[in-house]
């Protein structure tokens, strides 16, 4: 039975006596107490209701009574830890002599009354009662409030709200104990750094509401992964950290890494969706790989990168390499920084020529870096630094300006007809300024929009929100084209390509390299330039190194092509003296 609160206040008395007239008159005495009356005929019945009843404010107890009479009771009342507090009155008939006052008193009795009872008596001497046991109650009950707002208070710090799993802070502190434990008993434990792979495009498309909900599904789908001694924590966003102890297995280690793997990979039901994901893990194992227990967070998350860069849907395990590439990392960026101001960023322009006739018709610009103490810096290496540390905005605007203004200087001195094509990293579309950047830039230096184009990678296609749209969209109407750079190496389809205002198409370097080797390879580019022209669009093909290649591209209609065969990336003069030839 549920006990309301209402219940629980109520206090009850208990009156026990073997005469059911006695009972019936102490009751009727009692009408205007407070309180629920109970009887018990019997000392069995009385003790069985007062181990079973938690309200008893008192007892009124017959000292006269066959088989067990009250001293018995009340000696077996005081006996136990859960009834030895409740106070007695003894109701007896016994005239009121010394010994029977010290017996009642030695089994822990509280009073006495005598019969006849006096009415004014017995209730005054209750109503006391009552009162104290009120008083009482209520000290326990802010005791017990206390009590359980503190718990909850303690659990809210060191629990994620969403999916009630330990936070950030209590990891830490159960990593420490994970440490001192491997430490005394000399074993090792495994740090596991999970992290979803698209949860954010999730979010982004489904909204937060859905996203929350596949957040809580997987972490009690990794909840049941886990076992007594281990810790599965949120870390934050969509990463959460597992630590195993007792991994003296590494293969039964690798098997629990793969079930994580496959408990996130299966669909997620949340309707009308069915949603796939699947998780990167990168691992790090105390002492084996780290004596250093604050780096282990550090190491396993670099590892995790690395699952990441592997394909995503995998593992990793931290090595020294992936230790010494992060270090080589930090170092970059901080020279990267500095870059722009310490003027040792340059653009390169490789010529694009058209296939029909071998003339040159444009350039790509691509960005390189100098630096004293690194020297020269592949973009493949910066740019996604530079992006993930913002300064692609800076970068990728100055890029854009520099291009520009150097391609309108070739113009004129050449008298050319020449377009520029320049590299933009997603994140730029998604500063709701690049826009104004482009037009400003276009603008300022005069240049007709119609000879530039901006390079966008696939995985910008397959972003279908309204400001990446409207962004796209605007710099179109300004006159600029757009093309999909290295297609055939994402995930998209020509499909996208039909519901984004692109016009032109680069087939990746990759499949331009299996000409004519690849029988696949061959195929693909055919198909690509073919359907391609069904979306009445154009196709530069990339990374044209060989005769043959170019024979190829020929035949099958390539629009434009590009490559080593006809040019490296040239410094400006260098471009210049290339196209007056
Ligand atoms: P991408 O846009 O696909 O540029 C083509 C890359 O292929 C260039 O590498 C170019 O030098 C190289 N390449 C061209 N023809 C050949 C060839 O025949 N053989 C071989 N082996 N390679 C060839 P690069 O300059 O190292 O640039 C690498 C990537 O860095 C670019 O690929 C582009 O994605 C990125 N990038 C370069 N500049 C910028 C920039 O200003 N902004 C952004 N966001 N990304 C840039
Ligand atoms: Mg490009
Ligand atoms: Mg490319």
């Known amino acids: 039975m549920v006990q309301t609160e209402r219940d629980e206040q109520r206090p009850a008395i208990l009156v026990v006596d073997d005469i059911a007239a006695n009972r019936y008159a102490i009751k009727r005495l009692l009408t205007y107490i407070d309180a629920d009356i109970i009887e018990a005929e019997s000392g069995h019945e009385a003790l069985a209701l007062t181990l079973r009843n938690h309200n008893l404010a008192m007892i009124l107890l017959d000292v006269q009574m066959p088989i067990m009479d009250g001293y018995e009771v009340a000696e077996m009342l005081r006996a136990e830890r859960q009834t030895k507090h409740i106070p007695i009155i003894f109701i007896t008939a016994v005239h009121r002599d010394e010994s029977h006052v010290l017996k009642g008193y030695t089994s822990g009795a509280i009073d006495y009354i005598t019969k006849p009872v006096q009415p004014e008596i017995l209730v005054a001497k209750i109503s006391l009662f009552m009162e104290l046991w009120r008083l009482r109650y209520g000290l326990e009950r802010e005791v017990r409030a206390r009590i359980n707002l503190e718990d909850k208070n303690r659990y809210m710090a060191d629990h994620d709200l969403l999916t009630d ?11 420490e104990r994970a440490t001192s434990r491997a430490d005394r008993e000399k074993k090792e434990f495994a740090l596991l750094f999970i992290d979803l792979d698209g949860f954010k495009s999730i979010n982004d498309s489904l909204g937060h509401k859905t996203g929350d909900q596949v957040l809580i599904t997987i972490a009690h789908r990794l909840e049941r992964l886990i076992r007594k001694s281990d810790t599965l924590a949120r870390f934050g966003g969509d990463e959460f ?15 629990r890494i793969e079930k994580i793997l496959s408990a996130v990979k299966k669909t997620i039901n949340i309707e009308p969706e069915e949603i796939e994901l699947s998780a990167s893990i990168g691992i790090c194992i105390y002492p084996d790989q780290i004596d250093d227990p604050a780096k282990l967070l550090d190491y396993s998350d670099i590892a995790m990168y690395k699952a990441k860069q592997a394909g995503k849907n995998t593992f990793r395990f931290f090595s020294e390499e992936m ?25 390169h322009y490789q010529p694009v020529v058209k296939v029909a ?7 790509e610009a691509l960005l390189r870096w100098n630096n004293p103490e690194l ?3 592949p973009p493949d290496y910066f740019i996604p ?9 800076s970068i990728g605007a100055w890029v854009f300006e520099e291009s520009i203004t150097q391609l309108a200087v070739v113009k004129n001195e050449l008298d050319l007809k020449l377009t520029v094509a320049v590299n933009a990293s997603t994140l730029q579309f998604k500063n709701s300024i690049w826009h104004q950047i482009v037009r400003d830039a276009i603008m300022k230096k005069r240049i007709d929009a119609k000879d530039l184009e901006i390079e966008i990678t696939e995985s910008l296609l397959l972003d279908d929100s309204k ?36 016009q032109t198409v680069k087939i990746d370097r990759s499949f331009i390299m299996g000409i004519p080797n690849s029988k696949e390879d061959m195929v693909l580019v055919r198909a690509i330039i073919a359907m391609a022209h069904g979306l009445e669009m154009e196709v530069i093909a990339e990374g044209i190194e060989t005769e043959e290649q170019w024979e190829f591209l020929k035949k099958e209609n390539c629009d434009f092509a590009q490559g080593y065969y006809f040019s490296k990336p040239l410094p400006i003069d260098s471009l210049k003296s290339w196209l007056r030839k």
């Open 241 to 255: 950290v597992m630590l195993l102890t007792d991994i003296d297995d590494s293969n039964q280690l690798t098997g």
């Open 467 to 502: 400001e990446m749209t409207h962004q796209l969209l605007v710099i179109k109407e300004l006159g600029v084209s757009l093309s999909v750079d290295d297609f055939g190496t994402g995930y998209s389809s020509l499909s996208y390509l039909k519901r984004c205002p692109v």
């Open 323 to 347: 230790d010494a590439a992060a270090h080589k990392r930090i170092h970059v960026e901080k020279h990267l920084r500095h870059a722009m101001e310490n003027n040792e960023l340059t653009v």
């Open 165 to 175: 799993l330990p936070n950030r802070r209590r990891l830490f502190q159960e990593i």
């Open 375 to 377: 020297g020269s810096v």
């Open 357 to 363: 006739n071998g003339d040159p018709v444009g350039v």
């Open 385 to 393: 630094i530079a992006e993930s540390t913002g300064l692609i905005h």
